[in-house]
């Protein structure tokens, strides 16, 4: 059996190593032996003449990155060399899939914080909206499909439709494609995984960042590591920050977090992480504007509507103890445990397009904007515990780095609503579902916008009762194995069962239903690297995911968004929705490693599509009728480019189409919230060694709203697409100076061109969120 190095428990600072460490043991013993040689003179000159000449390997420092993230590529802030997921045993330029990994310095540098905002600017990325209960937190669209579920954090998944910050974030993993032995069900399109700071006796440090700006902008955090002795160290993550949205004010966001990890290394063969996580966001939010309908654009220059109520609270805690022990040189040994509790709730105002009724004594019949209350709250806590084996060994003359893993995990999910009352006087009638019925406009009968804009409905909140309550319990085995067959060729196999229990307790027009079935879902993907040059490599994979029928936790019985109704019986005999994926792609790892170059060309099928039949508000059900698929290429372009030129590029070049439908009117249409083309260009340019400035581009063309995974609306009576969100380009500048070895400043200006865009719209045109307007912001680093 082959051995790894003396000290073989698994930790962040091994990754800094060269991957090949018996080059640098070439190095030592090769320096030992000079000088060994140059001591041992007794013999004089003569001897050392009849002596043959000794050759010295070359010695070679490396710089090492700015910032203290283990997994990033030295001298290549914006590269990452290795996951911060163990799992994946190989460098990032040698594993047979698409990874997108944005480090710490890279998201710093672009000036986004929230995990909405870094994630959604990348290519292949958009994001999804909702009506009520699904509304709001992250949700995201990858390569077409939802994966609001599929957020994982160190590789355990992240449950809950919550706020997420990047303070406490080493870097960020995106996997595109369907990967289901990795993160079991789910990740239809992929999976987000952010990898947190962890302590470490490395070093000592402490980096506090103080930031100001338009928009009533502040931004103050602390990262705080210190090598207590020789083997524990503390981690102290500390943040708060308020800004109004920028040209939307009073809507706003504030955040409260902090993350503490401690580290005890009991030897070199066992050690244990603990960490803590906390973060309170409290958001006055701002819904957008509207999308005139058949063909329209989405209305610019609408005024703020934010009520004086209205709010969007997440609250996290969260949990982790992790024991990493090295059993012997080739068996290591894995285990983490996670509890964590998240509380989300809301109450906001929507805005829409409408007309007067005719028995509006005002305007009857002009044009106007009416507003509207959604809401919904949200509990979630969970424990999962995973256990992770790792054996490097030697069979048959083949090289394996094998992985074992179990997982027990168990989510639970208590959904409600408030109970909201208007207290405002109306001043408006408009027509509606039930008919005409007296409201709130915010235009007056000239057409001008109404006084008091945010406090028109005057509303009275009480929290109401649980309407779902959700709970599914799994039973993970995985086995991996990747296989180097020779210098060229490598094989990545692997194989993984999910065995589940799932119950939803729902009310059904106020009756209590259950929704319960336990089912197996078996998934596998399959991997081939052709080594053809020492740099450069061509792979071919095979993957699969498989997603439960109402596995979204906040949907509760409603079929209009994806989640269980009809008749119970049909749920256990439905079928899983399964994905297949098939990637051709080359990496290229060039510049002595500090730029990857990677292109694929992808292939995502989605069968058994969980469909609503009929009318989406019906007691009909939903049935696994549909089918799906996505093509398309993704290029990127991540380092160095020069020792004072770094970016980070990728372009996405995709393609639709519903192949497959309970409506026949949706085959060969394409998916909603889905954009064929995307873009996302950082640069960075070293001017002197103290001054640097940068830009980052995003580009996204158009998309067009409905239900995700589902057809994008289409009007048959003007042949077009219902509901456009047009296409956009933002430029964002950068700046920093180093004022001091401790000291740094950085101005960030964000869309500088005051682009009018738009991130995602509603299926009915409704909750088009706006991006960001102009804003700049100045901070301060100082280390010590």
């Not at 590591?225 to 524990?232: A, I, T």
């Not at 209350?373 to 003359?397: C, I, K, M, P, R």
């Not at 709970?471 to 990545?492: G, H």
């Not at 080359?586 to 500090?594: E, F, S, V, Y």
Request: charged residues 20%; proline residues 4%; negative net charge.
């Amino acid at each position: 059996m082959s051995s790894n190095s003396s000290t073989a428990v698994r930790r962040p600072v091994s990754l800094r190593h060269p991957s090949r460490p018996d080059s640098a043991n070439a190095t030592r013993n090769a320096l030992a032996l000079g000088i060994s040689a140059a001591l041992a003179g007794g013999g004089g000159a003569a001897h050392a003449q009849d002596a043959e000449p000794i050759e010295l390997d070359t010695l070679q420092v490396e710089e090492r990155t700015i910032d203290t993230n283990p997994y990033a590529e030295p001298g290549a802030p914006y590269k990452a060399r290795v996951s911060g997921d163990p799992r994946h045993v190989k460098e990032l330029a040698e594993t047979p899939q698409t990874i997108t990994v944005l480090t710490q310095t890279q998201i710093q540098e672009s000036g986004r914080s929230d995990l909405r905002s870094i994630v959604q600017a990348q290519p292949g990325i958009t994001l999804g909206t909702g009506e009520n209960g699904n509304a709001f937190g992250d949700r995201y669209v990858i390569r077409g499909h939802e994966a609001r579920s599929d957020v994982f954090v160190d590789g355990l998944r992240d449950p809950g439709m919550t706020t997420r910050e990047s303070f406490a974030v080493e870097q960020i993993e995106i996997t595109k494609g369907p990967s289901s032995t990795f993160a079991g069900r789910g990740s239809t399109g992929g999976a987000i995984n952010s990898v947190t700071k962890q302590a470490s006796t490395e070093y000592d440090f402490t980096r506090v960042q103080g930031g100001g700006g338009t928009d009533d902008y502040h931004r103050f955090s602390v990262d705080s590591n210190q090598k207590l002795s020789e083997q524990f160290a503390a981690r102290v993550n500390l943040l708060y920050k308020f800004e109004d949205v920028p040209d939307r004010n009073p809507a706003d966001r504030k955040r409260w977090g902090a993350e503490v990890s401690g580290l005890y290394q009991f030897s070199d063969r066992l050690e244990v992480v603990a960490d803590y996580y906390y973060l309170n966001a409290k958001d006055d939010p701002d819904l957008g504007t509207y999308i005139v309908p058949d063909g329209g654009s989405p209305v610019g220059n609408i005024p703020v509507y934010t009520q004086d109520e209205d709010f969007l609270n997440t609250e996290v805690h969260t949990g982790t103890f992790r024991i990493r022990y090295a059993a012997n040189d080739w068996l290591n040994i894995h285990n983490a445990t996670r509890y964590g509790t998240t509380d989300n709730g809301y109450v906001v105002t929507g805005a829409r397009g409408t007309t007067r009724a005719p028995s509006d004594r005002f305007a009857p019949g002009a044009p106007t904007i009416s507003l509207s209350t959604h809401q919904g709250w949200q509990e979630v806590d969970y424990l999962v515990n995973q256990t992770n084996l790792f054996a490097d060994f030697s069979f048959l003359n083949m090289d394996h780095q094998a992985l074992f893993s179990i997982e027990y995990s168990d989510l639970g999910v208590r959904n409600g609503v408030y109970n909201v009352t208007n207290n405002g006087t109306t001043n408006c009638v408009t027509a509606g579902r039930g008919g005409a019925s007296p409201g709130f406009c915010l235009l007056d009968a000239g057409g001008n916008t109404v006084s008091q804009v945010d406090d028109l409905l005057q509303r009275q909140i009480q929290r109401g009762g649980v309407d779902a309550d959700y709970d599914i319990e799994t039973v993970s085995v995985a086995l991996m194995d990747t296989i180097d067959v020779t210098d060229k060729w490598s094989l990545f196999l692997g194989v993984r069962l999910d065995s589940f229990d799932y119950r939803n307790d729902v009310l059904v027009s106020g009756t209590p239903t259950r929704f319960a079935y336990s089912d197996e879902l078996w998934n596998g993907h399959a991997g081939v690297v052709y080594q053809f040059l020492p740099s450069a490599n061509v792979y071919f994979t095979w993957s699969t995911s498989a997603n439960i029928n109402g596995g979204e936790s906040d949907v509760g019985g409603n079929c209009g968004y994806g989640g269980l109704c009809g008749d119970t019986t049909q749920v256990p005999a439905s079928d899983p929705e399964m994905t297949t994926n098939l990637e051709l792609g080359t990496k290229w790892n060039l510049l002595g490693g500090k730029l990857l170059a990677t292109a694929a060309l992808f292939q995502i099928t989605k069968d058994d599509v969980m469909e609503s039949v009929g009318d989406d508000y019906a007691t009909l059900g939903t049935l696994n009728t549909g089918e799906n698929r996505v093509r398309g290429f993704e290029f990127s372009l991540v380092g160095n480019i020069t020792r004072d030129l770094s970016t980070q590029f990728g372009l996405a070049i995709m393609e639709s189409e519903v192949r497959d439908s309970f409506d026949p009117d949706n085959i060969g249409l394409r998916l909603s919230n889905f954009a064929n083309d995307s873009l996302f260009w950082q640069l960075r340019y070293q001017l002197t060694p103290q001054i640097a400035f940068g830009s980052t581009v995003s580009y996204s063309s158009e998309m067009y709203t409905g239900q995700p995974d589902s057809a994008a609306g289409y009007n048959t009576a003007i042949n077009d697409y219902s509901y456009e969100v047009p296409d956009y380009t933002v430029l964002d500048l950068f700046a920093t100076w180093d004022l001091t070895e401790q000291a740094q400043v950085r101005v960030n200006v964000g869309n500088v061109t005051n682009e009018d865009y738009y991130l995602a719209g509603y299926r009915s045109g409704a909750f088009t969120y706006i991006g960001d307007a102009r804003n700049a912001r100045v901070t301060l680093t100082y280390s010590f």
